[in-house]
C-alpha cells in the first residue's frame, strides 16, 4: 500500500512538471496546446518528431520554445540542397597548430536538433541522420560519437510546396515517432497572439521550467509505467492488421510498435497515471502511425486515404475491454 501511495505521489510530480512545461511553452504559442503535448509527449517517449504544415504557423517556435523551457542546448540545421553530411554530422580536420586531427561537431550534436524544411536536402543529407536518430550517436571516419542525453530531432517540413523537395523516404519516416500537423489557431487564439507583443518577444520572456537531468528522470519514469498483456496484444493486433490490409503496401513495422506503446507510457504519465489504459493507444494512433504506412498505387489511383485506411483499422480490431 505505501508502495502505491509513493509511486502515485511521484507520478503526480510528473504531471505537474509536464503541465508546467506545457504551459510555459503556451505563452509563445497560443491555441496550440494539443501539438505542444505531443511534443512533450514524444520528448520524454525519446523519439524524434516530425511537424508538417504550412509556413508561419510556429513550427520552428515551438522547437525554440521547447528548448527554452527545458534549459536545453539546442541547434538549427537549414536544410537546403547544398547541405553536406558532414554539416550534419561534423567532419575530421588536420589541426596544423597540435600537427594531429580533430573532430569538429556537427549540428546533430545538441539536446533538441531542429531541421527546419527537411524535405529540402538531398537524400544523402538526410540520410546522414539515419545514424543519429536511432542509435543516439555518430560514426566519422570509422569513429563513434555519442550524443547528449536528452536528444530529439525535431524537423519540420511544407507538405504543400513540392518544387525543390526530395521526399523523405520510408526507412526516415520510420524513425519518426510521431507527425504532428499544427494546423491554423482558432479566433480566439489569434486574437490573443495580435495583442500581445509577438512570438519573438514571447520567446525572449520565458525561462527554464526544468534542467535537462529532470527530463532525463521523467524519461525513466516513463519507462516504468505499465502495460497490460492484453494492450500490447491489441499493439500487435494493429499491426498484423495494417500489414494484412489489401489497401496498404507497407503497414506498421516492430519499430512501429515499440513507439506507439513508448509514446502511451508517456501519454499515461502526464495525465497522472501509472498504467496505460486503450484510449492512450487510440489517441496517438494517427499520430504514431499515419506517417509509417505506404498505400498500394491501385489504393491511391482509387483515392483511398491513408488516413481512412487506419480508420479502418482502428474500427476492425476489438478493443481489450478488462472483461471476460
Known sequence: MA??????????????TFEAVVDNVSYVIQGKDDAIRLA????????????EDVPGVGKTTLAKAMARSLDCEWNR??????LLPSDVTGVTVYARSKGSFEFRPGGVFANIVVGDEINRASPKTQSALLEAMEERQVT?????????????????????????????PESQMDRFLMRVRMGYPDRASEIEMLDSQGGAAALDEISAVIKPA????????????????????????????????PSLALGMSPRACLALQ???????????????????????????????????????????????????????????TGRR
Not at 77 to 82: E, G, M, S
Not at 140 to 168: C, I, K, R, S, W
Open 3 to 16: 508502495r502505491a501511495r509513493s509511486a502515485a505521489r511521484t507520478v503526480g510530480r510528473f504531471a505537474e
Open 40 to 51: 512533450m509527449v514524444c520528448m520524454v517517449a525519446e523519439g524524434h518528431l516530425l511537424i
Open 77 to 82: 540545421i537549414q536544410f537546403t540542397p547544398d
Open 140 to 168: 566519422v571516419d570509422a569513429t563513434t560519437y555519442p550524443l547528449p542525453n536528452p536528444f530529439m530531432v525535431l524537423a519540420t517540413q511544407n507538405p504543400v510546396e513540392h518544387e525543390g523537395t526530395y521526399p523523405l
Open 214 to 245: 529532470d527530463v532525463e528522470n521523467m524519461v525513466q519514469l516513463a519507462r516504468g509505467i505499465h502495460v497490460a498483456p492484453s494492450l500490447k496484444a491489441y499493439v500487435v493486433d494493429l499491426a498484423e492488421a495494417t500489414r494484412q490490409h
Open 262 to 320: 513508448r509514446a502511451a507510457r508517456a501519454l499515461a504519465a502526464s495525465e497522472g497515471r501509472d498504467y496505460v489504459v486503450p484510449d492512450n493507444l487510440k489517441d496517438l494512433a494517427a499520430h504514431v502511425i499515419e506517417h509509417r504506412l505506404v498505400l498500394t498505387p491501385e489504393a491511391g489511383l482509387g483515392g483511398t486515404s491513408v488516413e481512412d485506411v487506419l480508420d479502418e483499422v482502428l474500427d476492425s480490431v476489438p478493443v481489450p
